[in-house]
Nanobody
């Protein structure tokens, strides 16, 4: 599976962005998907995850109520809708795919996209 993240950019605090992650391959619908982010000088951290069916979703406490993960298996795409953005959301955002489970642990993901930069100005 190859993943291509897009949708990042510069936005003011309080604004919104929608990230997309397009996947190649016919087995996308069988993968759990996740979004992670890495701010300068910090470790990569979990943001959100969604099961293969979309029936289960998980969020980091820091984004709960502001971000929404979703997927469209017909389009081989997973989305991250980000609302009420804060300067501390500034990071490179990565999408990832897991063949087995829906997880919050980065090490368990099998495939990673290249990342898209989100910058939130105050």
């Amino acid at each position: 599976v190859q993943l291509q993240a897009s949708g990042g950019g510069l936005v003011q605090a309080g604004g919104s962005l929608r990230l997309s992650c397009a996947a190649s391959g016919r087995t996308f619908s069988s993968y759990a998907m996740g979004w992670f982010r890495q701010a300068p000088g910090k470790e990569r951290e979990f943001v959100a995850a969604i099961s293969w069916s979309g029936g289960s979703t998980y969020y980091a406490d820091s984004v709960k109520g502001r971000f929404t993960i979703s997927r469209d298996n017909a389009k081989n795409t997973v989305y991250l809708q980000m609302n009420s953005l804060k300067p501390e959301d500034t990071a490179v955002y990565y999408c990832a795919a897991d063949r087995v489970v829906t997880t919050t642990f980065a090490l368990e993901y099998d495939y990673w996209g290249q990342g898209t930069l989100v910058t939130v100005s105050s």
